[in-house]
């Protein structure tokens, strides 16, 4: 079991920046795959970007290619999303997951473990 609170959230102008942390409880962080996923009202729980489990491997969804940018600190035990050029149609809230079976996927059935998200509003 492995517990994941996410922080750094908040308002910002479009343009801007805003750094997402997720903090993970646990000996075993270093072992799963992360992730970050959004979800805006109204719509479905969507792939953001994950990392393997040593950080040598990233995927991104295409919106958010040479903008967001995943990372992690195993002797953190966290990850992080660092956002850049905002849109308001980043507007969600986003939410880390962790994959202990390490399937290197996109879909949010992939991931057994959530934390509770954090808001991120991006206004025009």
């Known amino acids: 079991q492995v517990q994941l609170v996410e922080s750094g959230g908040g308002l910002v102008q479009a343009g801007g920046s805003l750094r997402l942390s997720c903090a993970a409880s646990?000996?075993?962080?270093?072992?799963?795959?992360m992730g970050w996923f959004r979800q805006a009202p109204g719509k479905e729980r969507e792939f953001v970007a994950s990392i393997s489990s040593s950080g040598s491997t990233t995927n991104y969804v295409d919106s958010v290619k040479g903008r967001f940018t995943i990372s992690r600190d195993n002797a953190k035990n966290t990850v992080y999303l660092q956002m850049n050029s905002l849109k308001p149609e980043d507007t969600a809230v986003y939410y880390c997951?962790?994959?202990?079976?390490?399937?290197?996927?996109?879909?949010?059935?992939?991931?057994?473990?959530w934390g509770q998200g954090t808001q991120v509003t991006v206004s025009s």
């Open positions: 997951a962790a994959d202990p079976a390490r399937l290197g996927t996109v879909s949010k059935y992939g991931y057994d473990y």
């Open positions: 646990g000996r075993t962080f270093s072992t799963y795959d």
